[in-house]
C-alpha cells in the first residue's frame, strides 16, 4: 500500500518558518490536486491549503498569506512553506489527495511553535 511521507517538521519560535515536504508515490500525483492538512490537539484534522494538479493554490483564511504550497510533479513531492509562524500554526500537519483519501493518511509531522 502506498503511503505519504511527510517531514520538516520541528520545533520554531514564533515568527519562524519551516518548510515541509511530503513524498508521494501516486501514480496519479501529477493528476490530482494535493492538499496540506493539519490536526491540533484536542481539535479535528482541517485542510489548510490546496493546490491543483495545474498549480493553483487555494489558502484557508488561517493561513493566507503566510503559507505557500507548491509541487513536484517529477520528484511527486508537495511542498508547504510556512513563514510568519504563530503558535497557534501548532499541530500535526498531513499531506493527502484533495478530497482527501482515507488510505493515505501518514504518520504526519509536528510542528511546534513556541518561545
Known amino acids: 500500500q502506498v503511503q505519504l511521507v511527510e517531514s520538516g517538521g520541528g520545533l520554531v519560535q514564533p515568527g519562524g518558518s519551516l518548510r515541509l515536504s511530503c513524498a508521494a508515490p501516486?501514480?496519479?500525483?501529477?493528476?490530482?490536486?494535493m492538499g496540506w492538512y493539519r490536526q491540533a490537539p484536542g481539535k479535528e484534522r482541517e485542510l489548510i491549503t490546496f493546490i491543483t494538479r495545474g498549480g493553483g493554490a487555494n489558502y484557508g483564511d488561517s493561513v493566507k498569506g503566510r503559507f505557500t504550497i507548491s509541487r513536484d510533479n517529477d520528484k511527486k513531492t508537495l511542498y508547504l512553506q510556512m513563514n510568519s509562524l504563530k503558535p497557534e500554526d501548532t499541530a500535526v500537519y498531513y499531506c493527502n489527495q484533495y478530497p482527501p483519501n482515507k488510505i493515505y493518511w501518514g504518520q504526519g509531522t509536528q510542528v511546534t511553535v513556541s518561545s
Open positions: 501516486l501514480r496519479q500525483f501529477t493528476t490530482t490536486a
